[in-house]
């Protein structure tokens, strides 16, 4: 997944890592390629479940950074289709 910017282009590759991309020269961000990171992801969410559950520790992610991201997929939804900016909505 490409992000384009303003300034650079942000790419996302699952198999490589993270890159940021400068009047044609890409450049890997140190530390953003994590191999089998999807059973490493699982296993981190299920982790933290448990110790939610188990030892009343807090969550690493609440419902309010969940609404916030929603609010910014949504944002991003509505600017390319309506090829404007769109503010990023308030989480209630």
């Known amino acids: 997944m490409d992000l384009v910017c303003e300034q650079a282009t942000l790419r996302i590759d699952m198999d490589r890592g993270t ?9 890997d961000l140190p530390g953003s390629f994590e191999p089998n990171w999807m059973h490493a992801a699982l296993v981190r969410e299920w ?16 419902g309010a950074y969940g609404r916030k991201i929603i609010a910014i997929i949504e944002a991003a939804f509505a600017s ?13």
């Open 19 to 27: 890159m940021l991309g400068r009047d044609t020269v890409w450049t």
């Open 47 to 62: 982790s933290a479940m448990r110790d939610s559950i188990a030892d009343d520790k807090p969550v690493p992610v609440d």
């Open 80 to 92: 390319n289709e309506s090829r404007r900016e769109h503010e990023i909505a308030d989480a209630p």
